[in-house]
């Protein structure tokens, strides 16, 4: 089985870092596709000026490349951070200054899909008390999100790079979102579903997809071990993207990969005959 029928867009926020930001999307067009996502790409500006909002919307649309996954306000991330919502103090006040923002932004160019990392335990704060909080920031993104017409993504990581990350099972991150739905009413919460993650945690990936794909809003993928291109590892990627597509999923899926020391361009071999 191979992924010509899995329409794949480029994360720019880990491929195509080797150049800067607005020149990122007319690179992923010139390798052939037509969509890409972002983690937010202040790390510490939840609100930047409009202009840098306008300068990345209009290099999006000269590019021709449409923007499918856009993350909230998430800290340093790269880096120490996986988050803020969940945060006490000024991270979860950031978190909420960038929610209007992000949704506007994103509702600008056409993007629907909105993810909130949940955001790393803190010492000193029960699990209790961050949890309070993440439930009441979530709803408001699901708002902010439904004014937009986007549903809002909630995300598991791995364990071993994300230890501090509560969200470290498929399990842990449906129950997020069926607390967010239950307390909005809107339906809009969703699973992101990010094979190279849940392996890492040792999870059972066909049973992961049997269970949840009815409740995934998006997909994102690399091979394991390694986190790099499709083949590089043992995961059995095309197979699960079939089972995936025989779910009932036929939503983007995420290149979230390390593109490897030939650079982002030379990284899309195995696509050949996909859908970009």
């Keep these: 089985m191979g992924f010509d029928s899995t329409r794949f867009d480029v994360n720019l926020s880990i491929l195509f870092t080797e150049l800067p930001l607005l020149e990122r999307p007319a690179a992923a067009a010139a390798a052939g596709f037509s969509a890409v996502e972002l983690w937010w790409p202040w790390t510490r500006m939840p609100s930047p000026p409009q202009s840098e909002l306008d300068a990345l919307r209009d290099a999006l649309r000269e590019a021709g490349t449409q923007l499918v996954g856009l993350n909230f306000y998430a800290g340093e991330l790269p880096g120490p951070d996986r988050g803020a919502l969940s945060v006490p103090g000024e991270e979860s006040a950031r978190f909420r200054a960038n ?30 008390a961050q949890d309070e909080l993440a439930l009441e920031n979530l709803v408001r993104a699901a708002h902010a999100a439904d004014r937009v017409g986007a549903v809002l993504l909630v995300e598991t990581l791995n364990k071993p790079e994300s230890p501090r990350y509560p969200l470290v099972s498929a399990a842990a991150a449906v129950e997020v979102v069926d607390k967010v739905n239950a307390e909005t009413g809107l339906g809009n919460a969703r699973f992101l579903l990010d094979l190279y993650h849940l392996s890492m945690n040792g999870e059972d990936l ?71």
């Design 99 to 128: 929610i209007d923002v992000a949704a506007d932004f994103a509702h600008s160019v056409g993007c629907t899909a909105l993810n909130a990392l949940y955001g790393n335990r803190v010492d000193g704060v029960s699990p209790e």
């Design 206 to 276: 066909p049973a992961v997809i049997d269970a949840y794909a009815d409740r995934t809003g998006h997909v994102q993928i690399a091979d394991d071990p390694g986190r790099g291109a499709p083949g590089t590892g043992s995961l059995p990627l095309a197979a699960l993207l079939g089972r995936l597509r025989d779910a009932g999923y036929d939503g983007w899926v995420g290149l979230e990969y390390k593109p490897g020391p030939q650079g982002s361009a030379a990284s899309f071999d195995w696509l050949a005959g996909a859908d970009k």
